[in-house]
């Protein structure tokens, strides 16, 4: 199984940009997509974008797209979330996931990073 390590967390003001980093490791020959989710305190986690690693596919959730962008570097097998213009309701934890299918359904991604945490306060 995969193993995820999320960076690039921190306390940011609105309107700024921040990127996220996720390296993957271990079984990576085996994973299609990578994604990111979020979690506010006290909400569900929330789909944030997809990315499938063969063709670069990419899908958002309707309360991030046009503002952050998911990329990844496959040879480093890594994936990537652009925030730009971030506001404060962009305040979570972020976590990447791994796995076979692309999908915006959490319980469809098998391998899971412990998350890093973003704040946006003026």
């Known amino acids: 199984q995969e193993q995820l390590m999320e960076s690039g967390g921190g306390l940011v003001q609105p309107g700024d940009s921040l990127s996220l980093s996720c390296v993957m490791s271990?079984?990576?020959?085996?994973?299609?997509?990578m994604a990111w989710f979020r979690q506010a305190p006290g909400k569900e986690r929330e789909f944030v974008a997809a990315?499938?690693?063969?063709?670069?596919?990419?899908m958002y959730g309707p309360s991030t797209a046009g503002r952050f962008t998911i990329e990844t570097d496959h040879a480093k097998n890594t994936a990537y979330l652009q925030m730009n213009n971030v506001q404060r309701d962009d305040s979570a934890v972020y976590y990447c996931?791994?796995?076979?299918?692309?999908?915006?359904?959490?319980?469809?991604?098998?391998?899971w990073g412990q998350g890093t945490s973003v704040t946006v306060s003026s």
């Open positions: 996931a791994a796995g076979r299918i692309y999908s915006v359904i959490e319980e469809n991604y098998r391998a």
């Open positions: 271990g079984r990576t020959f085996e994973t299609y997509a």
């Open positions: 990315i499938t690693l063969t063709d670069g596919d990419n």
